[in-house]
């Protein structure tokens, strides 16, 4: 999956480039939207030591989210 992402790094924060959308519905893209969701998240969660933490601290942090949280951050 790191093949369809490109990365710029802010500081000591990994960043993920979203791409320009060229089509009606490449908003929808997983290229598109996975970049755009993953930028959002908080430092504490895209800053993990390794890809169990990650999951561990996402899961924590999308289930203490509200609706409207939820609805903002896909938004």
């Known amino acids: 999956m790191q093949e369809l992402f490109r990365y710029a790094h802010h500081g000591h924060v990994l960043k993920l480039i979203v791409p320009e959308v ?3 519905y490449g908003h929808r893209s997983f290229s598109y939207i ?3 969701l993953f930028n959002r998240l908080p430092e504490s969660v895209t800053c ?3 890809v169990d933490v990650f999951k561990a601290v996402l899961k ?3 289930f ?3 609706m409207v949280d939820v609805e903002r951050l896909i938004k």
């Open 64 to 66: 203490e989210l509200s």
């Open 22 to 24: 060229n089509t009606k």
């Open 34 to 36: 996975g970049p755009k």
């Open 48 to 50: 993990s030591e390794n």
């Open 60 to 62: 924590t942090y999308l």
